[in-house]
């Protein structure tokens, strides 16, 4: 496992050099995507023959510069058989979908599954049957890559996974100590969790690839809620004091999990971990944060558990306790209207003044308001203890 964790950042440059092969080959510009149709290696050919600057349309050119397709244009795409196909497919022009240029794809296989794509655009006369033969060959050798890089991915999951479940001490020490193994040298240095939930499958397979989230490690997907999922991230930093590349990773995965167009989605950041031992806390405090920027959007829609406040607090409260028996009655759909009155009161600390400026209503209608909130809940506005119960119930009841 140790040389395996070398798999990624070893790969890359050898991506890269089958791709600039397969361009030299074919005297044309090559791309290789995964199966997701995210980019994985851009292989620029120069030559007195080269395509003119049209070749870049606009299903190309949001490839290149977002680094994968949308839906539609992979649903388009696999319309023509890729998926299935063991040799080069030819892909019309087509303007009316963005392709200006028609394509060339090359499926690659391994072991007579579908990896990735390499594509190129089609051109006149193009390339012969024995150039195709040379590139379908040297997409083996890429398909072989990708496999073994999956096998490995596939191994993090399941160690990242088997961490942040473990429901015992010795379970978790375990778990860290075959990621720690899995990761190898990269197991050293500052981690952090990212949670993005509710994500919108549990299935592994629909997980983003670890090349496309900048800095990732690791990704798996974890119960959330009654019946929904999560997506945890772990992400190694470069600094304990710079979440950067944390914030940057999770905005890439609301990317992907908004364009499913379900309920909202969040993010959470846990604070930075000097190794791996503590990530069950981490995931703790991730999966917290990402809760508390879906009760409250102030905080989101990406929150880092030092800016939750009294979240910390509440997220760790079972749903039991936080329903407070005495609040019940303010929670009801019929008084919304006096719940806010109340949350904000307390939120400005009982200053009745820039409350009402809040509410935009008479000071007045504010004290009769508040003299309502503590007949439903037979709770004392000027008792410190009633305000903190009161105040928690409202906030928790979002959660």
């Given at each position: 496992?140790?040389?395996?964790?070398?798999?990624?950042?070893?790969?890359?440059?050898?991506?890269?050099?089958?791709?600039?092969e397969i361009s030299e080959l074919l005297g044309a510009p090559a791309t290789l995507e995964n199966r997701d149709f995210e980019l994985i290696a851009f292989g620029a050919y120069d030559s007195e023959g080269d395509l003119d600057p049209s070749a870049l349309d606009p299903v190309r050119t949001?490839?290149?510069?977002?680094?994968?397709?949308?839906?539609?244009?992979?649903?388009?795409?696999?319309?023509?058989?890729?998926?299935?196909?063991?040799?080069?497919?030819?892909?019309?022009?087509?303007?009316?979908?963005?392709?200006?240029?028609?394509?060339?794809?090359?499926?690659?296989?391994?072991?007579?599954?579908?990896?990735?794509?390499?594509?190129?655009?089609?051109?006149?006369?193009?390339?012969?049957?024995?150039?195709?033969?040379?590139?379908?060959?040297?997409?083996?050798?890429?398909?072989?890559?990708?496999?073994?890089?999956?096998?490995?991915?596939?191994?993090?999951?399941?160690?990242?996974?088997?961490?942040?479940?473990?429901?015992?001490?010795?379970?978790?020490?375990?778990?860290?100590?075959?990621?720690?193994?899995?990761?190898?040298?990269?197991?050293?240095?500052?981690?952090?969790?990212?949670?993005?939930?509710?994500?919108?499958?549990?299935?592994?397979?629909?997980?983003?690839?670890?090349?496309?989230?900048?800095?990732?490690?690791?990704?798996?997907?974890?119960?959330?809620?009654?019946?929904?999922?999560?997506?945890?991230?772990?992400?190694?930093?470069?600094?304990?004091?710079?979440?950067?590349?944390?914030?940057?990773?999770?905005?890439?995965?609301?990317?992907?999990?908004?364009?499913?167009?379900?309920?909202?989605?969040?993010?959470?950041?846990?604070?930075?971990?000097?190794?791996?031992?503590?990530?069950?806390?981490?995931?703790?405090?991730?999966?917290?944060?990402?809760?508390?920027?879906?009760?409250?959007?102030?905080?989101?829609?990406?929150?880092?558990?030092?800016?939750?406040?009294?979240?910390?607090?509440?997220?760790?409260?079972?749903?039991?306790?936080?329903?407070?028996?005495?609040?019940?009655?303010?929670?009801?759909?019929?008084?919304?209207?006096?719940?806010?009155?109340?949350?904000?009161?307390?939120?400005?600390?009982?200053?009745?003044?820039?409350?009402?400026?809040?509410?935009?209503?008479?000071?007045?209608?504010?004290?009769?308001?508040?003299?309502?909130?503590?007949?439903?809940?037979?709770?004392?506005?000027?008792?410190?203890?009633?305000?903190?119960?009161?105040?928690?119930?409202?906030?928790?009841?979002?959660?």
């Open positions: 496992m140790g040389q395996n964790a070398r798999v990624t950042s070893e790969h890359r440059a050898d991506y890269q050099e089958l791709v600039d949001r490839s290149i510069l977002t680094r994968r397709s949308t839906a539609a244009v992979r649903a388009w795409f696999e319309g023509f058989g890729i998926t299935r196909a063991t040799g080069p497919v030819r892909v019309p022009r087509t303007p009316e979908a963005g392709v200006h240029r028609g394509r060339i794809c090359l499926p690659v296989r391994h072991r007579g599954v579908v990896l990735g794509y390499v594509w190129l655009l089609d051109y006149d006369p193009g390339p012969s049957e024995g150039q195709l033969d040379a590139a379908m060959r040297v997409t083996g050798r890429i398909g072989a890559l990708l496999a073994d890089e999956a096998q490995h991915g596939a191994d993090l999951t399941r160690e990242l996974r088997a961490v942040l479940t473990a429901e015992r001490d010795w379970q978790r020490e375990m778990a860290v100590a075959e990621l720690r193994t899995a990761l190898g040298a990269r197991a050293d240095g500052p981690y952090t969790v990212v949670c993005v939930a509710p994500w919108p499958s549990a299935d592994p397979d629909d997980a983003p690839s670890v090349r496309t989230v900048p800095g990732a490690t690791a990704l798996c997907t974890l119960p959330w809620g009654v019946a929904g999922s999560a997506l945890a991230l772990l992400l190694r930093l470069r600094s304990p004091e710079v979440l950067t590349p944390a914030a940057t990773a999770a905005s890439r995965l609301l990317e992907r999990a908004d364009g499913t167009g379900g309920s909202p989605v969040a993010a959470g950041i846990a604070a930075p971990r000097a190794g791996l031992a503590a990530l069950g806390a981490a995931w703790e405090e991730a999966s917290a944060s990402a809760r508390a920027a879906l009760a409250e959007p102030r905080f989101g829609p990406v929150a880092r558990w030092a800016s939750i406040g009294p979240f910390r607090l509440l997220t760790a409260l079972p749903r039991e306790v936080a329903r407070d028996p005495a609040v019940g009655p303010l929670l009801a759909p019929a008084q919304a209207e006096l719940a806010r009155t109340a949350e904000v009161y307390l939120d400005r600390a009982g200053q009745a003044g820039r409350t009402a400026a809040e509410l935009g209503i008479h000071r007045q209608t504010l004290y009769y308001r508040l003299s309502r909130i503590e007949q439903l809940t037979g709770l004392d506005l000027d008792d410190g203890e009633d305000r903190l119960l009161l105040h928690m119930a409202l906030k928790a009841s979002r959660l």
